[in-house]
């Protein structure tokens, strides 16, 4: 074989390398170079075990997605960073479970996270990739599931014969390594999720920078931008649901899920996982859908909607939880006169709001002896980092957020404590 890595993948998939790769200690980056040399010079293959070192370095990588699995599976670098996080994952099966769905396709599978998650909530699994070193990890990784199939085949071409629902995880790269944001140039593009969802329960991962306008379903139903408004047409009659999951923080994905599989009167939601716990918000919690929540002065407290709430448009349900108000009409901020710990975002308490000029900001830093100090944005040009080094040295005992943001239309700088989080 011409690539390395997949000669070093066939040899690890060998029985010969399965023992070889069980038997090595916990990665070490820093002996990995030793040990590579005590292997072979105890006979070992080169290729060989240049593949076992290798999966040693994606398991340890892997545990921050696949906790303590990823030590029984095996993973490409590739299929690594593109695999669904084992949380999120397990949330998708459960959708399908929930429907009484007795064989579901995972199309575009990867390295087989989803199909995992299935096959553990006991459906069976039909696991399609079009890539054979990928499909090759990805039956290795359903081995111990005898209700599991994999095929390495084209999944517009694939046989759904006898499967009862889909999950798709298209491709997002061009020929050229870059990520397509518009699901209308995946590989198989959103049209194709549309036309099966006529024969079958679907759902499609997609990235979370989706346009709503993209979202199946009729125009003009609620949803809309990231403060609310209409939500277009991608071809189907029936409103789909759009979920976005963020966890710890990081925007991860949008599922789409077709009016089989989606929640009755949901159009737009979010699931906000943190430290392992989950919340859910939807439409439901927003009475502004398709309206403007109210603006006013900023009160004793700042609120950062989490990046999922954002994007789905549900920052009027963080607004209707606090009684509040957003600072600025176009600015995901939201403010309010009393302290309420919520898992949809994150609590700054306010200290003072100045007009945005550094020298004044400086000053007023040094008068309240900040050493530490957190810059966040949203709406100006300012770049946190560059801030920071204008801003100098800063000394002194104390932390402080500034938020540099508009209020009522005027470039503004607000000083902050953190909040703590709500245990999860």
Known sequence: MDDPAVAGLAAVLSPAGQ??????????????LALGQRLRAAGHDPVLVA?????????????????PFADDMLFTAAGLEQATRLEVAARHARRFAAAGL?????????????????AGLGVDVLAVDRDEPTAAVAAANLRRFP??????????????????GA??????RDAGGRRVLDPRRASPPLSFAVDLAQRLPVGVKTAPGIDHDLVPGPVGGPGGGPLGGPVGDAGAATPWECQWTSVDGDVVEAALWSPALARPGVRRSAVVVRGGAAAVVDDAHDPFAGGAP???????????????????????AVVAALDGRLVDPSIAYVTADRHLELPSATGYAVDEVLPFGLKPLRARLRERGVGRLVVKKRGTAVEPEELRRRLGR????????????????????????ALPRPAA
């Open 19 to 32: 023992a070889l790769l069980a038997s090595l200690p916990p990665y070490d980056d820093e002996g990995a």
């Open 51 to 67: 593949g076992a070192l290798t999966q040693s370095r994606l398991r340890a990588r892997a545990r921050a997605k696949f906790g």
């Open 102 to 118: 007795g064989r579901v396709a995972d199309l575009g599978c990867g390295l087989g996270g989803d199909a995992l998650a299935l």
């Open 147 to 164: 209700g599991s199939e994999v095929r390495c085949e084209d999944v517009a071409a694939t046989d759904l014969t006898g499967v009862d």
């Open 167 to 172: 999950w798709l995880d298209p491709a997002r």
């Open 294 to 316: 109210p603006v006013g002065p900023v009160g004793g407290y700042l609120y950062e909607p989490d990046g999922a709430v954002v994007r789905a448009g549900l920052v009027g």
């Open 394 to 417: 800063l000394e002194g005992p104390h932390e402080a957020v500034v938020v540099l943001t508009r209020v009522a239309g005027r470039q503004s700088a607000l000083l902050c404590r």
